[in-house]
């Protein structure tokens, strides 16, 4: 059973940074496309980064050069650091898991429960 965990969301003012981790049982990442999604309130569903089977990743532009992603293939681990935080960027962030390699399969088959992230100014 593929289970994803995220942990280290919580409060923190603006300009401040976090670090978002994301631990995986049941699966081993080395072939899998690794996602961070959040979702504010009254919002849709954003894809923030990917990181695909190769390594390469991709960033939504309204965090591009503040959030950078990382992965751990021996730990089966995935971050989220997140710097310079703004207001916009409260939501609950998801991580989550597909073994469409590439990241362009038609979804993500595997989330976690996410974890929250608010920030003040």
């Not at 699966?27 to 990917?50: H, I, L, S």
């Not at 998801?94 to 920030?119: D, H, K, L, M, S």
Request: include cysteine.
């Amino acid at each position: 059973q593929v289970q994803l965990v995220e942990s280290g969301g919580g409060p923190v003012q603006a300009g401040g940074s976090l670090r978002l981790s994301c631990v995986a049982s049941g699966v081993t990442f080395d072939n899998y496309c690794m996602g961070w999604f959040r979702q504010a309130p009254g919002k849709e569903r954003e894809r923030v980064a990917t990181n695909d089977w190769r390594g390469n990743q991709r960033y939504a532009d309204s965090v591009k050069g503040r959030f950078t992603v990382s992965k751990d293939n021996a730990k089966n681990s995935f971050d989220l650091q997140m710097n310079n935080l703004k207001p916009e960027d409260t939501a609950m962030y998801y991580c989550a898991a597909t073994n469409y390699g590439n990241c362009r399969g038609p979804r993500f088959e595997y989330w976690g429960q996410g974890t929250q992230v608010t920030v003040s100014s």
